[in-house]
């Protein structure tokens, strides 16, 4: 499931994408409403976690112009202010969800996930590429029926690969979803983890496809009858 947190507080956004990620679900951080704007336009996301206090464009101002856009993504507000006149005007606005902060993680992780099934009813836990399966409820990949063995990181490659398939994803994303240790990993690290993966997948159909000054494509390379 991929979330876009929009917070200024880079402390705040470290220790919730960290938390977050720890949850299995993909992560990107935009600082202000400018970016989250960009990112919006370029990507979709099943959930999106929105600061109101944002410097240069305010969250309220973020939020009008995604419904404005025709932009249905289910939007969950973070703010410091309980009041019940703000959060009145956030809903009315098109928010689908508010919490005060300070809040707990729990709770945070139960309001996602419940808002993403609101949206999205008929999705699938489970995602193909071919003969590439990836059960979302088990976080586990199979070739056909046989399960994959994979470490963390080239879990974490992959699962950001497959929930994009068909779509190019660059390498500081696939940086940005191996954030569970200090620092992050280079590009070559990067290029490590792909060609791991390529031989872990080479008996399934799906292959990853490498975009030069773009990043990485994972796609279906089955004949088509």
């Known amino acids: 499931m991929r979330l876009l947190l929009i917070e200024d507080n880079r402390q705040l956004a470290h220790w919730l994408s960290k938390t977050l990620t720890d949850e299995g679900f993909l992560v990107e951080h935009a600082l202000d409403g400018e970016i989250a704007e960009a ?3 370029d990507a979709h996301y099943d959930v999106v976690l929105l600061d109101l206090n944002l410097p240069g464009m305010s969250g309220k101002a973020l939020l009008r112009r995604m419904r404005k856009n025709a932009n249905d993504t ?5 703010t410091a202010t309980g009041d019940v006149g703000e959060k009145v005007i956030c809903l009315s606005e098109g928010a689908d969800d508010y919490v005060v902060k300070p809040f707990d993680d729990r709770e945070l992780v139960a309001r996602i996930k419940v808002l993403a099934r609101r949206h999205a009813p008929a999705r699938s836990n489970r995602i193909r590429c071919g003969t590439l399966l990836y059960d979302m409820d088990r976080r586990q ?11 963390p990181r080239e ?3 992959l699962e950001a690969l497959i929930l994009q398939a068909g779509r190019t994803v660059s390498k500081p994303v696939l940086a940005e979803t191996l954030t569970d240790k200090d620092s992050p990993p280079s590009g070559d690290a990067i290029e490590i983890y792909v060609s791991r993966l390529r031989k872990k997948i080479e008996k399934s159909t799906a292959a990853i496809i490498t975009l030069r000054g773009l990043g990485y494509l994972l796609e279906n390379e089955e004949p088509q009858a």
């Open 39 to 41: 990112s919006l336009r």
């Open 74 to 78: 289910p939007v969950l507000v973070l």
């Open 141 to 151: 990949f199979f070739i056909d029926d046989d399960a994959l063995s994979l470490t």
């Open 155 to 157: 879990h974490a490659v």
